[in-house]
């Protein structure tokens, strides 16, 4: 008999049925729920899969209790994600809150259009941007930016390949992509002439039903290189996949950087894509590449951080420092009224760094046990207290934790190693860099000197650093446009090197590379 959990309905209980190692969260997603929302993979921080147990409740963990409080859970309320579904368990769910969003800008289709029109997609782990165009002269027609609709699943790469090897999940995650391809493609009013779609390896590899063993295990290595129209399914055309150049430098690189060589940038420079892995290509001349990965987990995307949230109304995506003190910006502008709702990556490391700055986080990311150097630090200072023994910072409602502060060291040891990784296989200073290139949804609105205070760039790299957009959308749509620059990326793979990291990076910082660069300060 197969084990079923029940949710409490309107119109009575719905029955969810459990699979084999099943997590309540993860029954609840395959039944339908949590579909879009920005879950933290079972970290239990997000609180967004908060449960209310109707019938005996289990024992809270300490994750509940800092996460949820001692009131809720009294009340029955525990983390969705930490709880493995027994079967049997009657349950309430909350709501998890608006669905994100990423970009105010949306240009809405402007009556029926007679040409050809084209769809291009950049599939990220979190993201799903899109553009619309007019094949016959190159003209945007339709844009605009959401979730990915697989983020249920969980926010970084690792969960969603572990959810896409379930019996039955691959299939789930593919259909949830393409329903949303459609109806993108159905805004048009016909269906599209011509589909690009680029993405990280494994966005790829799940959409387009390839073998994703080499990406979940080690040893990892690519099964399918991509450079070829693939047949989607579920009513859609054949889609173009641009090629993939290593287990995880995926087609939203190649796509990139096809579109940035059509502005004819100098040389070197570095392209970097920050967001739930940092992929990394240093171009030391046309046709000659070295290229670089490193996991960075879903934070700089604003999931799995105490008051984390994706860019979108109400939510802080920057900070200002005045004589008047500290205070949040949201993505709404100054129109906006209340608190945040929450704090997106951009935001949270823009405070990290000013916190930095003024003495009131020490290097190796600790809150400082000294007074600040200034007044203004040790006004802000004097906002660190502690809740549930730890360490926290507050204003104007935002919370900086001593936990959140030991993610972002994490992300930025890694972006920094995947950055000292290519510099010192290439025997290149950071002098020698012409300009780096910033891209993807969280390239977009990152400050590049929040980047170097805290060590994720070398120092005296801010300035020649350029926010170039959402590349991999550009590069899609280029494809489609003039389909001449294809060759262009299907000539990549044999340009470019793949720089393994601890071997590259190991050699300047002593001891473990990774831990070693868990500092905010730029490592070699």
Known sequence: MTNRIFVAHPDGPREIPVGPGDTVARALFRAGYFVGAPLCAGLGRCGRCRVRYLSAAPPPLV?????????????????????????????ELAATGPAPAYDKAFLALAGPQDGALGLAVDLGTTGLAWRLLDLADGRTVAEGRGVNPQLGAGGEVVSRLAFALTPGGGELLRRLVRDELARLAARAGKPPA??????????????????????????YGLAWAGGETVALGGGLGPAYVPPLLGPFVGADISAGLTALTARKPAYPFLLADLGTNAEMVLALAPGRYLAASAPLGPALEGVGLTDGAMAGPGVAVDFELSPAGLAPVLYDGPEADGPPRGIAGPGYLRLAAILREQGVLDADGRFAQNPAPTPLGRRLQARVSRRGGEAVFEAHGCRLFATDVEELLKVKAACNLAMAGLLGAAGLPTAGLAAVYLAGAFGANVAPDALETLGF??????????????????GAALFLTDP?????????????????????????????????????????
């Open 194 to 219: 011509a589909l690009c779609v680029a993405g990280n390896t494994a966005m790829m590899a799940i959409l387009c039903d390839k073998p994703l063993e080499g990406l979940a295990h080690a040893p």
């Open 63 to 91: 994750a509940e209790t800092r996460r949820l409080g001692e009131a809720a859970v009294a009340a029955g309320w525990r983390l969705a994600c930490l709880r493995p579904a027994g079967g049997g368990e009657r349950l």
């Open 457 to 474: 760039f070398p120092p005296g790299l801010a300035w020649r650093t350029t926010i170039a957009g959402n590349l991999s959308l550009s």
């Open 484 to 524: 001449a620059w294809r060759a262009t990326a299907e000539a990549l793979p044999g340009q470019t090197a793949i720089v393994p990291l601890v071997a590259a990076a190991s050699g300047g910082a002593g001891g473990d590379p990774f831990i070693s660069r868990m500092v905010f300060a730029y490592v070699p």
